[in-house]
């Protein structure tokens, strides 16, 4: 397809799992950012790709959440140890040059039980 | 730190009235604003945006003025539908470490328009 695209759709877990949360990106854009978005709220910023290196990774909420995107397109958001605080959406949005616009995938919604 | 603030919604409107939504901001410098839509099922769109002071963003029918003097991003239309019924967020961009902008985002307001 031609738009952000992220896997899965919904994803259940009990506290204290593992979960992965994966975003495929448009093809050849090279900043790729994630975003957590809480019930009733505005997204908020977690991290920021540019091609494979992570420049940016200070909205992380804690060390059990973690980012990779080693070949600098698909990209997956890991959160260990789930809690239900992290109960949320989780946004990926891809752009084609650093400042260019935004392109938002569906998300991910996660419910923690 | 940088801060977004819109009206709360939900707003309920009827077909073909004039519609505003409320959004201020803090920020330091001058950041770029933006309005983003998000239809039932759908990801995030950009709707418009503005990069500096007195810029007008406009799509769609919809508007809103980057307001220096008083820190605001108004949006409005002069007459909705049916169709533009969604989640509405206004957002800024601020500058970060690696040379990204990342977004910060209101809590979104929700617009219902009734036939």
């Known amino acids: ?113 | 730190g940088n801060s977004v603030t819109q009206m709360e919604g939900p707003v309920t409107l009827s077909e073909e009235a004039f519609l505003t939504i409320n959004c201020t901001y803090t920020a330091t410098g001058y950041p770029s604003l933006f309005w983003y839509v998000q239809y039932p099922g759908e990801g995030l769109q950009l709707l418009l945006k503005a990069t500096k002071a007195d810029d007008k963003g406009s799509n769609k029918g919809f508007e809103a003025t980057y307001r220096k003097e008083t820190t605001s991003f108004h949006l409005e239309k002069g007459s909705v539908q049916v169709s533009d019924s969604a989640v509405y967020f206004c957002a800024l961009s601020e500058k970060q470490q690696g040379g990204s902008e990342k977004l910060v985002f209101g809590k979104g307001t929700k617009l219902t328009v009734n036939p």
Not at chain 1, 9 to 26: E, F, M, S, T
Not at chain 1, 63 to 79: C, H, M, N, Q
Not at chain 1, 96 to 113: A, I, Y
């Open chain 1, 1 to 113: 397809g031609a738009g952000v695209s992220q896997s899965p759709r919904y994803k259940v877990a009990k506290r204290g799992q593992d979960v992965a949360l994966r975003c495929d990106p448009i093809s050849g854009h090279v900043s790729l950012f994630w975003y957590q978005q809480a019930l009733g709220q505005g997204p908020e910023f977690l991290t920021y790709f540019q091609n494979e290196a992570q420049l940016d990774k200070s909205g992380l909420p804690s060390d059990r959440f973690f980012a990779e995107r080693p070949e600098g397109s698909v990209s997956t958001l890991k959160i260990q140890r789930t809690q239900q605080e992290d109960s949320a959406v989780y946004l990926c949005a891809s752009s084609l040059l650093r400042n260019s616009p935004l392109h938002f995938g569906n998300g991910t919604r996660l419910t923690v039980t």
